[in-house]
């Protein structure tokens, strides 16, 4: 079955910690992303990656970087999280012109 | 710089009621579009796409048109179900951008049974 997992689901942390989301995908596509989503903002794009070691900046990176050393893995991280950081986030994966999103994870920054 | 509008946050209708999203567009180029929607607690997923060599899109009895005219990309669907409340996107995809989208803000749907 073709999915893409991201781990955690839910999490709180405090305003300065380190903060690790991971993306996984079990198709082998080689373009992956990642997305936060506020409401009324719809989805913004904060990096992008073009395969292992290829990653560009997305519409709003700033706070934010990424690290994908294998293909069907991709992490997002934020270094000293801010409360402004609290979202839903959400990586995905293309093939073609179709994007395949994760279930998302809820980061809560206090 | 490209954009994508919903002018519609919300919309709310009677199962059987007559669905219509608003979408526009703008951009400088040809883009490919998109329709995602997305269910409560579940990531978007592709409704229905088009492009500028077949003008129209349909899925699961939703249809759009893409028109250049007006740049707009607006959905409908003849008689909404319960199951169609969702939050709705749409998208784009610009001609030179390689795989990235421009989504707009997103209409949330809901049916009333």
């Known amino acids: 079955d073709m999915k893409v997992t991201q781990m955690p689901r839910y999490l709180i942390k405090r305003m300065g910690e380190n903060v690790l989301l991971e993306c996984g995908q079990d198709?082998?596509?080689?373009?992956m992303y990642w997305y936060r989503q506020d409401p009324g903002l719809g989805l913004q794009l904060i990096y992008i990656?073009?395969?292992?070691?290829?990653?560009s900046e997305g519409d709003i990176p700033k706070g934010y970087r990424v690290s994908r050393k294998k293909r069907e893995h991709f992490s997002l991280i934020l270094d000293s999280a801010k409360t402004n950081q609290t979202s839903v986030y959400f990586c995905?994966?293309?093939?073609?012109?179709?994007?395949?999103f994760g279930p998302g994870t809820r980061l809560t920054v206090l | 710089g490209d954009s994508v509008i919903q002018m519609q946050g919300q919309v709310t209708l009677s199962e059987n009621d007559f669905l219509f999203i608003n979408c526009t567009y703008s951009?400088?180029?040809?883009?490919?579009l998109f329709w995602y929607v997305q269910y409560s607690g579940e990531g978007p997923q592709l409704l229905l796409q088009?492009?500028?060599?077949?003008n129209k899109g349909s899925s699961r009895g939703f249809e759009a048109t893409y028109d250049k005219g007006t740049t707009s990309f607006h959905l409908q669907k003849t008689s909404v179900q319960e199951i169609d409340s969702a939050v709705y996107y749409c998208?784009?995809?610009?001609?030179?951008?390689?795989?990235?989208?421009?989504f707009g803000g997103g209409t949330r749907l809901t049916v009333r049974p």
């Open positions: 995905a994966s293309s093939f073609g012109a179709e994007q395949f």
């Open positions: 198709m082998s596509h080689e373009t």
């Open positions: 990656s073009y395969d292992v070691d290829s990653n």
């Open positions: 951009t400088t180029g040809y883009p490919t």
């Open positions: 088009v492009t500028t060599a077949n």
């Open positions: 998208a784009m995809r610009e001609d030179n951008a390689g795989a990235k989208l421009t």
